[in-house]
């Protein structure tokens, strides 16, 4: 008889090993992914101290009668080769495609699948995110057949802006996660062209969007690049913080050298507040949500939105870091059962 978990923590191969084909004492993720360990040992420990039994498996060990293989963590990660069930998953990894959509949406017989689909797969695409909120986003462009007409249709969209440079945009991919995937370039419509055909998957659809210049000195932001991201889970906001870019770098990812401090939501900007607040209402049917905003406020005092997550991670650099990480997975498990 197959072994039945309450929930499996779905994530992705380009992350986490199949537990089938681990070697002996390894971990699901791998060593450049090493906080992802931290974290999801800690999602297990949490559903286990509320009576839950969780599993860890990648989407391509997930079918409609079983779980092809998976880890648990007891004291240290063990992987499980044999087949599983599970009563529900929780997406934890970007929406890739149609297809991948596709694919998702036939386990939705077989499984409950945490929160709103059609949310996580808008919110993790940057430019279904723009479609959505086009009034709050930064301007963008999808990136199309004729580069040159694209980077004319964003300077005219920022003709006038004092807040953007007008001689540099940045491309991203709309799948992009992490930083990766992005690129600050100059307006040469072969620079654009080449980021695009120098891509091995014919799928990966590109944006562009404006680079930010002139962002305004607001309080608690120590330095500048930088960027708010506030994250939701339901309608509150359970993280504020700033993540600002290391020299010569305009990305502001940790994982990419950056750093942050968190604020309390007390010393979030009132004009960043109310303009997060008007987002999550759109939301407020989904029944269960948990993604992220990044914002920044420029020079002009407008605020943007520069992307959503439909999901978001959490950050272990130190024992601070660890410790409010800690915290802030417990109330995301104590949600999902409380649903």
Partial sequence: MKHKFDIAIVSDTSLCQRAKNAPENSKPFYN???DLNIQYKFMIEAFTKYGLQATLATIDDVFADNIESSWIYENKWIPIKEQTRSNSILLRYPIKGEDHLKQIKSLQSSYEIVGTLELFDTLSDKYKTYELLPEYCIPTVKVSTNPSENIDCLLQKIKGEKDFDKNKLVVKSTKSFGGKDVSAISLNPKELESIVNNNNN???EY????FVKNLKKIKGADSVPYDLRLVFLNEEI????YRFSKPGEFRCNYHLG??????SNEDIPEV???KANEIDSKFKDCTFRNYSLDFFVGESEKVYLIEANGMSGFVFGNDYYTKYSHEKID?????????
Wanted: glycine letters at 4%.
């Fill in 258 to 263: 950056g750093s942050m401090k968190y604020i």
């Fill in 207 to 210: 944006i562009i969007q404006a």
């Fill in 32 to 34: 450049q992914f090493n």
């Fill in 238 to 241: 359970i993280q504020s913080f």
């Fill in 202 to 204: 014919s799928k990966t």
């Fill in 331 to 339: 109330l995301l498990v104590k949600k999902i059962i409380e649903r």
């Fill in 272 to 274: 960043v507040l109310e």
